[in-house]
């Protein structure tokens, strides 16, 4: 588990300095993004919003839209039915990414 952090946050690094290389300086829109997050569960306002939850099936964690409030994560939207066959293709490939990433390093 400690292994899978760690190759985690080189990925998250990495991906970082992709987007800085990309779009310029993003701590900006981190924290904006971090600053709905807090505002969501402070007060309660059950908001749908992209968050990384934890999806059993691959041991791991994967960004989907989710009711947060107050309780964090109240229910995740299930998505699948609303995307279109090359949108289920690229969904599926990165959750095997992940579970391939994680079975790696057991």
């Not at 947060?68 to 293709?89: C, D, F, H, R, Y």
């Amino acid at each position: 588990m400690i292994l899978t952090l760690i190759l985690f946050l080189q990925e998250a690094k990495c991906k970082c300095s992709e987007i800085t290389e990309r779009k310029g300086y993003h701590a900006f829109g981190t924290a904006t993004i971090l600053t709905d997050i807090i505002e969501c569960v402070l007060n309660n306002s059950k908001k749908v919003m992209s968050v990384s939850v934890r999806v059993p099936q691959i041991d791991s964690c994967v960004a989907l839209p989710a009711v947060v409030g107050a309780e964090g994560i109240s229910m995740v939207l299930n998505i699948w039915p609303n995307l279109n066959k090359e949108e289920q293709t690229q969904l599926a490939g990165g959750v095997q990414f992940i579970a391939d990433a994680i079975a790696s390093t057991k």
